[in-house]
């Protein structure tokens, strides 16, 4: 059975609720991260992004405000994930980055609003 747009756009909107399955925080990975949430990118001064969504349209959902990571010297980047917190907290899900980014001095990643899209098909 497919669903509307509408009810899809419905569903994506219960992702940033509050309560117990809220996408509040966005990870990077350097491997996919399974249905675990592994892989998840450590030291420096790397941590979790608080994320705000825009409101769902046509199927999907995008953050609504940019989100910049610190990456520690010699880590390669290959996946995002979101979590129900900026530590511990559940896996809620993941995906690839467009493609691979290296970092062997360290930097940041910036994901710009628009770019990370949830989507129902």
């Known amino acids: 059975m497919a669903f509307t ?11 940033d609720e509050t309560g117990a399955t809220a996408a509040t925080h ?3 990975h350097t491997d996919d991260p399974g249905t ?12 979790r992004q608080a994320v705000t969504w825009g409101a ?5 959902k995008a953050n609504s405000s940019a989100l910049t990571f610190s990456v520690p010297a010699g880590t390669t980047i290959t996946h995002v994930g979101l979590w129900t917190a900026s530590t511990n907290g559940t896996f809620l899900g993941g995906g690839p980055l467009d493609s691979p980014q290296s970092y062997p001095t ?4 910036t994901i710009n609003p628009g770019d990370l899209e ?3 098909t």
């Open 26 to 28: 966005v990870s990077l």
């Open 36 to 47: 675990t949430g592994a892989d998840e990118v450590t030291g420096g001064s790397y941590a």
């Open 5 to 15: 747009s509408s009810v899809r756009d419905a569903m994506l909107d219960l992702i």
């Open 106 to 109: 360290g930097g940041t990643y």
């Open 56 to 60: 769902a349209s046509g199927g999907s």
């Open 118 to 120: 949830a989507t129902l």
